[in-house]
């Protein structure tokens, strides 16, 4: 129920009559406390993360390279 894309925590602990904090509590124990548990925002699952943080990771990446082919271009012109 809680692992499903959709699934927020606000709804969820409503639907089971227990408090918000009860539920994120568990949630954050089952899952090591790599879920985003602010109420009304969808439940990440943990590939979700992963792919975010990867797409971040391949950004940086990215303007690194782009950063060196610039510097690269600048070093290699003929000193004249």
């Given at each position: 129920?809680?692992?499903?894309p959709e699934a927020k925590?606000?709804?969820?602990a409503r639907d089971?009559?227990?408090?918000q904090?009860v539920?994120?509590?568990w949630?954050?124990?089952?899952?090591?406390?790599?879920?985003d548990?602010?109420?009304?925002?969808?439940?990440r699952?943990?590939?979700a993360?992963?792919?975010?943080r990867?797409?971040?990771e391949?950004?940086?990446?990215?303007t690194?390279?782009?950063?060196?082919k610039?510097?690269l271009?600048?070093?290699a012109?003929?000193?004249q």
């Amino acid at each position: 129920m809680v692992k499903q894309p959709e699934a927020k925590i606000t709804h969820i602990a409503r639907d089971l009559g227990i408090e918000q904090s009860v539920l994120r509590r568990w949630v954050s124990q089952e899952h090591g406390g790599v879920l985003d548990m602010r109420p009304d925002k969808p439940l990440r699952s943990e590939s979700a993360s992963k792919v975010e943080r990867l797409q971040r990771e391949l950004r940086r990446v990215t303007t690194e390279r782009d950063i060196l082919k610039k510097a690269l271009g600048y070093f290699a012109r003929d000193p004249q």
